[in-house]
């Protein structure tokens, strides 16, 4: 069974940086659209950035300037680097991906990866 698989949180301080990876274990079909999405305690899951599978982008409007998603197509994966955090996006971070299954475009979340901006 695929599964996306992430890495990259942790803890950093406010203003620090940090880079999210995510790609998917097993065997798998075409991949369309990636992204991030992040959900804190008590609080909806929201986009962070999305990319198509040539490079479109967008953005969560509180983290354009800041945050910057890209892919590499060959290796299936995913990036998000994150610059100057900011203690309220303190969440968990998901990463998407909408793949072929089965002749089937469905979605997948990853296990989400802890992001904790703190001093």
């Known amino acids: 069974q695929v599964q996306l698989v992430e890495s990259g949180g942790g803890l950093v301080q406010p203003g620090g940086s940090l880079r999210l990876s995510c790609a998917p274990s097993?065997?798998?079909?075409?991949?369309?659209?990636m992204g991030w999405y992040r959900q804190a305690p008590g609080k909806q899951r929201d986009l962070v950035a999305r990319?198509?599978?040539?490079?479109?982008?967008n953005y969560a409007d509180s983290v354009k300037g800041r945050f910057t998603i890209s892919r590499e197509n060959a290796k299936n994966t995913v990036y998000l680097q994150m610059n100057n955090l900011k203690p309220e996006e303190t969440a968990v971070y998901y990463c998407y991906a909408k793949m072929l299954d089965g002749g089937y475009w469905r979605d997948y979340w990853g296990q989400g990866t802890q992001v904790t901006v703190s001093s």
């Open positions: 097993g065997r798998i079909g075409s991949i369309n659209d």
């Open positions: 990319i198509t599978k040539r490079g479109s982008t």
